[in-house]
């Protein structure tokens, strides 16, 4: 099985499949999405030189459809159009798929396994019969693959991943912040440090965020005025019993306002900066 990166692997499966491998390095989530997203498909999946991406059209559900289209210079397009039959993210997707020009339908199934930073790309394809893969192996398929993993490769090198940790929130009293969040909000205490010089850093989270906030005294660079911040959304799954929870607690919070159907409620620090408390209802 390849385990090596620049590396595509075509094996035969039974008598009418084939297994196509390649290991990218990015992790599988990232993988994923670069397969079914029209924002990333069509800077990747271009064709041959020459050719574009002008259609990419992608439901993806269980029994949704998608299509593609790919125009040349010369003005020649080619059309792919399927099925998805099953979706399970991030690991999975089957779908069938037709090919324009004539070539018999394929029913491919695609797996994505996580190697730890590194993704492996598995494509199962199983044809109507052997002369049909045969023919499409004979058809430049390999090598028509092999470029087009080389292009996934370098699209996934030239995206950064970034991820939003911590967001510092100004204040004047570090302890009377840190007994408002840790207290009645109930955000757990991650750190609680002191450097020297006379600064101080706190770091909370909220329940079950990947994101925490960041209290601090005299730390260069994080000199906002206290009480700046606007606006912070804290995403619960019933904003009225959260609500009524903190206003037992002593906490201002306000009313219940519905915008478009997504409720939300507003309430302070003891400094002032601004929070929402946001419900989404579930469809």
């Known amino acids: 099985m390849i385990s090596e990166l620049g590396v595509t692997g075509f094996d035969l499966d039974g008598e009418a499949g084939v297994v196509v491998t390649r290991v990218v390095a990015a992790p599988r989530e990232l993988v994923f999405d670069v397969h079914t997203s029209p924002r990333h498909l069509p800077k990747w999946m271009v064709g041959p030189p020459g050719w574009t991406m002008l259609v990419c059209e992608i439901d993806l559900r269980a ?27 991030p690991g999975r997707l089957v779908s069938t798929e037709a090919w324009s020009g004539g070539w018999p339908a394929t029913r491919n199934t695609l797996t994505f396994e996580d190697l730890g930073g590194r993704t492996r790309i598995s494509t199962h394809i199983r044809y109507v019969s052997a002369e049909a893969r045969d023919n499409a192996l004979q058809s430049g398929m390999r090598e028509g693959m092999d470029a087009t993993y080389a292009r996934l490769d370098a699209h996934l090198a030239a995206r950064v991943t970034m991820r939003l940790e911590l967001v510092p929130v100004p204040v004047k009293d570090v302890d009377a ?65 959260v609500r009524e929870t903190l206003l037992g607690k002593g906490v201002d919070a306000g009313e219940v306002m519905d915008l478009g159907g997504i409720l939300y409620v507003p309430l302070s620090d003891p400094d002032g900066n601004t929070w929402m408390l946001q419900e989404i209802p579930k469809r």
């Open 177 to 241: 912040a840190l007994a408002f969040y840790a207290g009645p909000l109930g955000f757990d205490v991650d750190h609680d440090i002191s450097p020297g010089d006379g600064s101080r850093i706190v770091q909370l989270t909220p329940p079950g965020s990947a994101c925490s906030i960041l209290l601090s005294k005299d730390l260069p660079g994080l000199d906002l005025p206290p009480g700046t911040l606007r606006g912070l959304h804290l995403v619960v799954d019933d904003v009225r019993a």
């Open 63 to 89: 029994g949704g459809p998608f299509r593609y289209v790919w125009r040349a210079g010369g003005g020649e397009e080619l059309t792919i159009e399927g099925t998805f039959e099953e979706v399970e993210r």
